[in-house]
């Protein structure tokens, strides 16, 4: 079996794409199935192959096997109805390459980037370039699969397209936090502070210049006494918001993160309480929480 490593962002309509060698792709679906099974046929460059996947998010199954100009042509009718046009150009990047993926036809306006890795430690280390938009690696709407029978383009989220390195820009009256998205059985994980009424998703505010990663490791190490382990630590979103129990017109920004971890989730230092939330939950948690809610919900990804 091969494996896929790969890391999907949106790029955004302002940002201008690098040079590269362009080629046109059409792929069609034989078959979608439930937990990301999918048989895939694809012409790229005067090329044609029947691809089947296992799995969703960032590490997949994959296995492959090339067609002939005649075997795909006897296979393509029955895709229709699940069928993907768009331009593909690929962008040196670094050891990397980038692809670039243009839609058409109803899916015109869509424009995302995919960058393969050799290793899950080589795609947490990755820095994504100023040109790219938000992560949308783990939002099964943007996965091919998806896009295959959309009417339409998904609407992105708001997000600042950066990776577990970077800060938000200072902004006044912008509390700028990091938050790991934990879920288990539909449920998602949430913690309420000492003395506060309100549960909110773990993290917290970065202290000096430390990145996301540094930031989100040490807060949740400090709430909930278990250790991330940063080769698995994803960006998820970034959202923004009223902030909750702040001056009128503070926002937070929060950018979201999911990881594996070692330990007992204990809650430790400020935190009083963990509770494990359903969608039913969603008016117990900040404003900026329920917008993860409502994606995660409509994602079919807590119940």
Known sequence: ?????????????????????????????????????????????????????????QVRGEWETPLSAEQFA??????????????????????????????????????????EFADRRSAAAFTPPPWFGPEVTDRPAFGNRSLATATEPPRPRYAVGRGATGAEPATPGLIDTV?????????ILCARPRGKDAFYIPGGKREGTETDLQTLIREVAEELSVTLLPDTVTHVDTYRAEAHAQAPGTLVSMACYTADYTGTLTASSEIEEVAWFSYADRDRVPPVDQDLFDDLHRDGLLR
């Open 1 to 57: 079996m091969g494996v896929e490593i790969e890391r999907k962002f949106l790029v955004p309509d302002d940002e201008t794409v690098p040079d590269g060698r362009e080629f046109d792709v059409r792929q069609g679906y034989l078959a979608i199935g439930p937990e990301g099974t999918e048989a895939r046929l694809r012409r790229q460059d005067g090329a044609h192959s029947l691809t089947a996947k296992r799995g969703a998010g």
């Open 74 to 115: 006897v296979l393509w009718p029955a895709t229709d109805g699940t069928r993907i046009h768009k331009t593909r150009r690929i962008v040196p990047l670094g050891p990397h390459e980038a692809a670039v993926d243009t839609f058409h036809g109803r899916l015109a306006g869509l424009r995302t980037v995919e960058v």
């Open 179 to 187: 938050a790991w998205v934990r879920l288990e059985g539909g449920r």
